[in-house]
């Protein structure tokens, strides 16, 4: 899959990675995983190094508010905690939401099961096993024999054929951050679209997911 | 058929959107002392009395309920920046650009900060008619947005709300026409139809093709004015709701 963004980018890059502040690229990880089709690769570094400073930022509002600090000041500085933590939590959430949904696909799908922190494969594995507990005691077990996989619809099925999956033929809102030139959207020799920097396009996701998840571009 | 990804789970909400408009910048007129501020957001201030800053919009609210500053309508947000824009909005097919949460921004301010805005009745009822102005544009000709192919949709200078707005029905929208556009899809529903109970099953196993999305399939939006007239009608609806 061609960028087409030309050498540059690099630089570019290095440069918007280094201006970049953290809060900024968890605000574009919340939106992206807010509007991908399926559950995006979970971002270790960056949560991590957000509970750090959401813990040193609370440690620091406790000790003003003790200290006599301005209560303006310490008010204004708790307002930005909350929208932090806001971030973050709805961040968490929103990956939560989609694994509990197509809890029995992740499990079984190597590729996506690595995109979950260590948590999440824990609630995945908790997850998938109190469902398939609960439709084994209420439906399932009453059923005849070959009926009675969670997975697959009959014991004639030669694979899992009754997994739920989310569907990536969808198409998505994005936008680029900067010039990406003529994006090849697929394989298929046709014209490729001109993405231009800031501006907004309805484009499938499948073809964009690699610029999604290079951070190229963002889902808005 | 099946179209298993919803749309509305993708959507924003109302709310969310005015949390990242927020954050965008604005500039205020402090009328205390205060020591920069160093957020997880980023570096504020030193505030001095009468000496202009900027600071994310969440931030200047914040201070004007308190009583602490007051906040410079941003630039674009001027009767004659307006009156233009509404004038071009309504000569010309295309959008006007506009700061991306022009409709949120506005909105805060004339919550917050209605005596900050020269002439604020004008003001709002200027970006009011811009936002009527765009959203019957929406809503009447969704093929002037992009006369492109429809596997892509370019929505230039489209606002985060309006786009949200319309994300259900154009997603929806390109998908159907992808679909349509692609030759498996017969083929495929064909088959599916003989055995019926194959339809009723989970839709989501039956309809699996994986790999073969057809983009190369070029299906132009104005040879499908039946399906555009359907969402129009529908977005119509929506945005009048």
Known sequence: ?220 | MSSASEPHASAFSAAELEFLAEDELIEIVPNLRMDPLNFISGDFGPFRPQIATQVPLWLAVALKKRGKCTIRAPEWMSIDKLSQVLESERDSEKFQPLPFHYVEISRLLFDHAREDIPDIYMVRSLVEDIKDVRFHKIGTGLEIISKERTYALRLKNLSAMEANIVRPFVTRALETLYKLGSSEMIQESDTNRQPPQAMNRGPRTTSRKDGDLILGNIFDINSSSELLLMLRKIIDKDVRN
């Not at chain 1, 499990?107 to 995945?124: G, V, Y």
């Open chain 1, 1 to 220: 899959m061609d960028s087409g963004a030309g050498e540059s980018s690099a630089a570019d890059d290095y440069e918007s990675l280094m201006s970049t502040t953290d809060a900024e690229l968890l605000k574009s990880a919340w939106r992206n995983e807010k509007a991908a089709l399926e559950i995006l690769k979970f971002n270790e570094d960056l949560v991590h190094r957000s509970r750090q400073q959401i813990q040193l930022m609370e440690e620091m509002v406790d000790e003003s508010s003790q200290n006599g600090v301005d209560p303006l000041t310490v008010s204004l500085y708790q307002m930005d905690l909350d929208r932090t933590m806001f971030l973050l939590r709805s961040y968490l959430r929103i990956r939560l939401q989609k694994i509990e949904k197509y809890v029995f696909h992740v499990l079984k799908t190597p590729e996506i099961w690595a995109r979950l922190s260590k948590q999440e494969q824990k609630f995945a594995n908790r997850c998938g096993e109190d469902l398939k507990h609960h439709l084994e005691q209420s439906v399932l077990s009453k059923l005849p024999d070959q009926y009675q996989s969670h997975l697959r619809q009959s014991g004639a099925s030669e694979d899992d054929d009754m997994v739920p999956e989310p569907q990536l033929d969808g198409y998505v809102v994005c936008r680029s951050k900067k010039y990406l030139g003529a994006f090849q959207l697929d394989d298929g020799g046709e014209e490729p679209v001109n993405i231009e920097a800031d501006d907004l396009y309805a484009l499938p996701y499948k073809s964009i997911k690699p610029l999604v998840e290079s951070g190229q571009i963002d889902l808005v």
